[in-house]
């Protein structure tokens, strides 16, 4: 449990009363199973251009949700009224709701079993509150920022804003939880950009600073260098727009946790989510290569790659004291020694395959839809023996290139096939690194990526990276997770120049 406790605001709800009366309507109803949710979401978003603000726009989304099974059969309904006689009403919609659906279901529902948590509370770790801080201080803030950028030689526009969130829940089940939370997550944005009107193009340079599960603070300083970034990324910018063209091919790779993190998310993250390797996502997200008959025989990656799932991370975006089916935050193994060893699961599809308990990954965004299976915190593992650090990892590249940043992405359906760019690239010669380098896209097969994997740094190169808004689900619902790496060496990974491609 965090620092802080969860808002009087929040606990003043009547949440025991909606509770009683949801669940005991259910059961009255028939069903077998029924847990209530009561599910707030707080957000601000807070845009400037050019130190100008565009937008402040504040969102508190309120509401009730319950789910039931009858028969083996979910049955799910919400409202945004809270009192005893609209909970018990809802409650018994859902059961109507499943009895309408019962005729069509040919995989009835058998859920994992879960021990009871009776009066369980968790908050994430944060230091301040972003909702307590006044906004007129955070624009000042997020102005400064961008004054700095403006004032450099080179930058023609700055754009800045930061996304904040408060996630408040009560969970309550007929096997008698009762499970209240809340979390608090941030993102910030900072971007500089420099305008080349006689060549009609443009380069940006973006903050390499991830989403987090933290407060305020984190935007004045506690897990972020801002002093030092803002200082450096007008200089990084110049170098990139007078960057040469890479020269296509194979080439060695160092690359730096603030990149490989994407590539973690959608080649592996995506493709161990047991939802979709046996198909439930197949009409809008894909499938995975990393189906269920290869488990513990893939080949995932060399004997180094050791990756894992985690929901108790620390200002981890994805992490939680207890997920949406009510089962407590673990971590767990996804690939050892490069083999693939395990899925992400809720508690419909723990059963399925063949494990007694899921590993706690139900998650809905708002309390009008219902919960699915989604993501952990999935993170590739720093090397246990040897603190390398990524100057050691390019020390060892006699001709290649180190990657910076996230940027733009692309992944077949099946997460097999990708091509990755980022921010800034630098040629390795002999061991150092040696100027950027432009127009840089890496491509290559899952397995084939993982394959080449030499080595990876040591803990004091792993750090978190991560997203606000990964996509699933019909209708669509977006979540934050965070992914954790070191920096990593790969062999003869083919290289695109991406100027040429787009010119053909």
């Known amino acids: 449990m965090g620092t802080h406790a969860v808002d009087p605001d929040f606990l003043a709800l009547p949440l025991t009363s909606l509770a009683d009366a949801a669940l005991s309507a259910a059961r009255a109803a028939g069903a077998g199973h029924a847990d209530v949710r009561v599910h707030r979401l707080l957000t601000q978003s807070i845009r400037l251009r050019d130190g100008a603000v565009q937008s402040v726009v504040d969102g508190d989304e309120l509401g009730l949700a319950v789910r039931v099974i009858v028969d083996g059969t979910w049955g799910f309904a919400s409202h945004a009224e809270l009192t005893p006689e609209t909970a018990a009403r809802t409650a018994a919609r859902a059961v109507e709701v499943a009895r309408a659906l019962r005729a069509l279901n040919r995989d009835p529902v058998d859920l994992a079993e879960e021990p009871r948590y009776p009066s369980a509370v968790w908050v994430s770790e944060y230091d301040t509150d972003p909702f307590a801080v006044p906004t007129t201080d955070k624009v000042e803030l997020l102005g400064e920022y961008s004054g700095r950028l ?45 305008v080349d009107a006689a060549a009609g193009n443009f380069e940006t340079m973006r903050t390499l600073a991830p989403p987090v599960g933290r407060g305020w603070e984190y935007l004045t300083g506690t897990g972020w260098d801002w002093d030092t970034e803002l200082t450096r990324i007008p200089e990084w910018l110049a170098e990139k727009a007078k960057a040469l063209s890479v020269t296509a091919g194979a080439t060695d790779l160092v690359i730096d946790p603030t990149n490989l993190w994407l590539t973690i998310h959608e080649s592996i993250g995506h493709a161990t989510e047991y939802d979709r390797a046996i198909g439930y996502e197949s009409a809008y997200a894909g499938t995975s290569f990393a189906t269920p008959d290869k488990l513990g025989a893939l080949r995932y990656g060399t004997p180094i790659m050791h990756v894992t799932a985690d929901r108790t991370q620390v200002h981890g975006l994805a992490s939680v004291g207890y997920d949406d089916d009510g089962v407590a935050a673990q971590s767990w193994d996804l690939v050892q020694g490069g083999v693939l060893v395990g899925y992400q699961l809720d508690r419909v599809f723990a059963p399925r395959l063949g494990l007694t308990r899921s590993n706690g990954c139900s998650y809905a965004d708002s309390p009008h839809h219902v ?11 720093p090397d246990p023996v040897d603190d390398a650090s990524t100057e050691d990892l390019i020390s060892r590249v006699n001709d290649g290139i180190y990657v910076v940043g996230d940027k733009s992405w692309s992944i077949d359906m099946q997460r097999y096939n990708f091509q990755f760019t980022g921010q800034r690239f630098y040629r390795i010669r002999g061991g150092k690194l040696d100027g950027q380098v432009r127009d840089v896209a890496y491509q290559a097969t899952t397995t084939d990526f993982w394959g080449s994997m030499e080595a990876v740094g040591g803990p004091s190169t792993w750090r978190l990276g991560g997203a606000f808004n990964c996509g699933k689900a019909q209708p669509g619902q977006v979540a934050a997770v965070s992914h954790g790496c070191p920096s990593a ?16």
């Open 150 to 194: 403006a004032a450099a030689d080179g930058v023609d526009h700055v754009t800045a804003g930061v996304l904040q969130v408060k996630e408040q829940t009560f969970y309550a089940d007929l096997a008698g939880s009762r499970i209240t939370q809340q979390r608090v997550r941030l993102h910030p944005e900072l971007e500089a950009t420099a």
């Open 371 to 381: 919960p699915i299976q989604r993501m952990a915190n999935v993170s590739l593992q």
């Open 489 to 504: 060496l790969f062999r003869g990974v083919n290289v695109l120049n991406t100027r040429e491609e787009s010119s053909r």
